[in-house]
Nanobody, 114 residues
Framework: QVQLVESGGGLVQAGGSLRLSCAAS????????MSWFRQAPGKEREFVAS???????TYADSVKGRFTVSRDNAKNMVYLQMNSLKPEDTAVYYC????????WGQGTQVTVSS
């Protein structure tokens, strides 16, 4: 059974940075496009960023230039470096395959104060 565990969230002031981590167990993620999603209170879960096995990445327009997704296939990990954070980035952040095909983890809360 595949399991995803996100970590690294917290409370940060606007303009600050956080680095999120996603650990996968039960399956090797190296052959998958892995993505980060987020869900703010009262809103639908939305796409944030994705990274292909080769390292090529795609970003939502709202985070382009501020967030960087990376992966370490040897460690079965995916990361999201978030810089220049804004209050509107406040959400629970999740990782999953690009097709959302694995069970969701518990997510990690990111709160950005103004």
């Amino acid at each position: 059974q595949v399991q995803l565990v996100e970590s690294g969230g917290g409370l940060v002031q606007a303009g600050g940075s956080l680095r999120l981590s996603c650990a996968a167990s039960g399956r090797t993620l190296s052959s998958y496009v892995m993505s980060w999603f987020r869900q703010a209170p009262g809103k639908e879960r939305e796409f944030v960023a994705s990274i292909r096995w080769s390292g090529g990445s795609t970003y939502a327009d709202s985070v382009k230039g501020r967030f960087t997704v990376s992966r370490d296939n040897a460690k079965n990990m995916v990361y999201l470096q978030m810089n220049s954070l804004k209050p509107e980035d406040t959400a629970v952040y999740y990782c999953n395959t690009d097709g959302r095909s694995w069970p969701w983890g518990q997510g990690t809360q990111v709160t950005v104060s103004s």
